[in-house]
């Protein structure tokens, strides 16, 4: 059975794969640019991130962990108020952190126990090597201490009272 010669070519433009006569550079250059094209989306899956944002609180815990890969993992107790019970119900959010100076932030952050703003990026997909967790910690900002300035009340003299002889007066 013979293909009419439009529809071949149309099949060969179509399915270049198959066609029998087909040089092996060409095939090559076909799996190079498949591998290459997998590749990028590798590095943008494992590099790129899902979403970005900020959380405050205060630092209640920072470790090193991992047996072959140590990352920096940690905890941030938010505080939260619920509004079901009436009663104050602290919320935790695990994050990693890779960075060295980021993690001296956190450090100081921890042993000072002051309110702090994580700035975070939230990756695709959590790989072993990069974290226990998929929010990764690019920023730490302080947030500024509430300065309370003491006014001096006035003072009010006391009235200036005369004595009374009191034995006149008897």
Do not use: Q
């Not at 590749?39 to 962990?65: M, N, P």
């Not at 500024?144 to 003299?157: F, G, Q, S």
Request: aromatic share 14%; proline share 5%.
């Amino acid at each position: 059975m013979e293909l009419k010669e439009v529809n071949y070519w149309k099949f060969r433009f179509f399915f270049p794969c198959f066609v029998k006569n087909k040089s092996k550079k060409v095939k090559r250059l076909i799996l190079i640019i498949i591998l290459l094209i997998l590749a990028l989306v590798g590095w943008y899956i494992s590099t790129g991130y899902f979403s970005s944002g900020e959380r405050a609180g205060t630092i209640s815990k920072l470790s090193e962990r991992g047996y072959i890969f140590k990352t920096n993992e940690g905890v941030l107790n938010e505080g939260g108020y619920s509004g079901e019970t009436g009663t104050l119900t602290p919320r935790y959010w695990d994050f990693s952190a890779k960075e060295d100076s980021v993690v001296a932030k956190l450090k100081i952050a921890l042993s000072s126990g002051e309110r702090v703003t994580l700035v975070y990026h939230e990756k695709f997909v959590k790989f072993p090597w990069n974290g226990d967790t998929k929010y990764f910690i690019i920023d730490v900002l302080f947030l500024p201490k509430k300065v309370e300035t003491v006014v001096p009340a006035e003072v009010i003299p006391a009235p200036i009272t005369t004595p009374i002889d009191t034995a006149s007066t008897i």
